[in-house]
């Protein structure tokens, strides 16, 4: 008889997948990519008064919901993650509006990659019963009073959709690009 495999590890492994579709990615980002606006409706990120990269936002999704650029993703990427991680392993979150991007794409990873190994360490311990529980998810705004294996499941899925959108938006601005270079002058 096999021994089954713990909730935990099935978890850390769709974790380390969806990260490692990330740093495929990763590697052929710059700011220009982080900021391009694939349509005019997009929501992205942008220095407000006082150089604080502020995201595009309402709590109410426009319909239809606007495209977003790279530099939006990985803001939102860092968001859900900072906010779960305050609620469930920490004091609380701050509020969304003192959650900045970064300012540029390297100290973007940096800051995705300090958020991603937080999270796997603060899973790695983690028994059955701890996933079962709901006192982790108390007072999160997404998942609360539900298991907590529910909502790390639910942020590794979040991960991938944002991670395959940060790579489609790539594609198409990299297609953008060679449009723009290949075009004959008028």
Not at 22 to 30: A, G, I, S, V
Not at 70 to 93: D, N, Q, S, V
Not at 102 to 109: A, D, H, K
Request: hydrophobic share 35%.
């Amino acid at each position: 008889m096999t021994t089954p495999v713990p909730r935990v590890d099935l978890l850390v492994r769709q974790l380390d997948m969806a990260w490692a579709l990330f740093e495929y990615y990763q590697k052929d980002l710059d700011d220009q990519a982080c900021l391009w606006e694939p349509s005019p409706d997009c929501w992205t990120v942008r220095p407000d008064g006082d150089g604080k990269w502020v995201a595009d936002f309402q709590l109410t999704e426009p319909d239809p919901v606007p495209s977003t650029s790279i530099g939006w993703l990985t803001w939102h990427i860092g968001y859900w993650w900072t906010t779960t991680l305050a609620h469930c392993f920490g004091e609380g979150a701050p509020p969304r509006e003192s959650i900045h991007w970064p300012g540029t794409t390297e100290s973007t990873i940096t800051w995705l990659r300090s958020l991603k190994d937080s999270w796997r360490a603060e899973l790695l311990p983690l028994t059955d019963a701890d996933l079962d529980s709901k006192s982790r998810t108390t007072g999160l705004p997404w998942g609360e009073n539900i298991e907590l294996v529910h909502v790390a499941s639910w942020l590794n899925f979040e991960l991938t959709k944002n991670v395959a959108e940060i790579g489609l938006t790539q594609r198409a601005y990299q297609t953008d690009q060679t449009r723009r270079t290949s075009a004959p002058s008028a």
